[in-house]
């Protein structure tokens, strides 16, 4: 069967009455805030991220983790505030990612995270630079049953797998890897979804045809093209790709550059998701990477409360009356994969 009907079939079999019934809830407040002007929230976020560290072993070039540039201290997420927090959401919460910022497989009880998780039959999904994927915890990721890992993958060679993923060893990824799916083999298991998420740059971009060989060799069962969020990007970035289908952003006549889809006063995940960081503070999306637009702290009050506050609602109502108040929403470009 193909495996991404089996990923499909899998996330579906997550559904329950209580969550396709949140789910509608939060659909129809979506639109009817869209249609009326004013922000209404009659639902619980169908999906949540939780960080499980802003720790990172990379110093990737535009991640404040790799950067070490966080005004927000560092730590690791604590397994009673997370447990605390799934308690609540768990009969409402559909997908689970954990990720936000850092390399998860740092937390040293990460993967008791995922099982208590998927325990309670939520998608769970993860991104990772794959360098901690050593044969024990690749058998453990398949048996924690996680049901998506997203492997970084930026090079199909070391000297161009480098450039982007400073300190990092190529073969390390595709080691770990091949760990990953012995040992589905080994279980019968099919899960994880092993996605290669190949992060399109200019200085990896001639590498594209060479990646897609390279996931049919190792049996990955996707692969996805991602374009790169650059932060200074008006005056031009050595990373814009050439190739105008991978990049987020347009050259203007006076030389210039410009991100291509305009800001519609929408935002669909501002109704459907939210982020967790690692010490509990709720911040609307994964575009809030330091933490600065905090709309409430999950240690001290109920995710409920927080989510129904005035000040999400205030904070939902200025998105619908203009993006371009909120600054971190100027270089926010949704659908940033292109499948491959």
């Known amino acids: ?84 927090t799934i308690d609540e959401l768990s009969d ?32 769970t999904a993860t991104s990772t630079n794959a360098h901690y994927l050593n044969d024990a915890t690749a058998r453990r990721t398949v048996e924690s049953g996680l049901d998506r890992l997203i492997v970084s993958i930026d090079g199909t060679t070391q000297d161009v797998y480098e450039q982007y993923r400073v300190g990092g060893k190529l073969e390390k990824v595709l080691d770990g890897t091949r760990n990953i799916l ?11 979804h092993v996605v ?18 390279l996931a049919d060799e190792l049996g990955v069962d996707e692969l996805g093209l991602k374009t790169a969020q650059i932060y200074d990007y008006e005056q031009g970035d050595p990373l814009i790709p050439t190739i105008d289908k991978y990049s987020r952003y347009s050259q203007k006549p006076d030389g ?7 800001l519609d006063g929408h935002c669909w995940k501002m109704w459907h998701s939210c982020v967790i960081t690692w010490d509990g503070k709720v911040v609307p999306c994964c575009f809030d990477k330091d933490a600065h637009y905090r709309l409430g702290d999950v240690s001290e009050t109920t995710f409920k409360n927080l989510w129904q506050s005035d000040a999400y609602r205030q904070f939902r109502q200025t998105l619908i009356r203009s993006r371009s108040e909120i600054e971190m929403c100027k270089n926010c470009t949704e659908g940033t994969q292109v499948w491959a």
């Not at 290669?196 to 060989?213: A, T």
């Open 1 to 84: 069967m193909n495996q991404n009907l089996n990923d499909g079939l899998n996330f579906l079999s997550k559904l329950s009455r209580k969550r396709v019934w949140n789910a509608l809830k939060v659909i129809y407040s979506f639109y009817e805030s869209k249609w009326t002007g004013k922000a209404t929230q009659r639902g619980l976020p169908m999906s949540i991220s939780f960080e499980p560290t802003t720790s990172c072993n990379l110093r990737c070039p535009e991640c404040p983790s790799g950067l070490r540039s966080f005004t927000r201290p560092t730590g690791m997420l604590e397994y009673g505030l997370f447990k605390k």
């Open 92 to 123: 409402t919460l559909l997908y689970l990612i954990f990720y936000f910022q850092g390399e998860p497989y740092l937390h040293p009880k990460f993967l008791e995270l995922v099982k208590y998780a998927s325990k309670k039959g939520i998608y």
């Open 182 to 192: 012995k040992w589905k083999r080994e279980l019968k298991s099919k899960t994880p």
């Open 196 to 213: 290669f998420q190949f992060l399109v740059v200019q200085p990896n971009e001639h590498q594209i045809e060479d990646v897609k060989r």
């Open 256 to 262: 210039t550059y410009q991100i291509k889809n305009g």
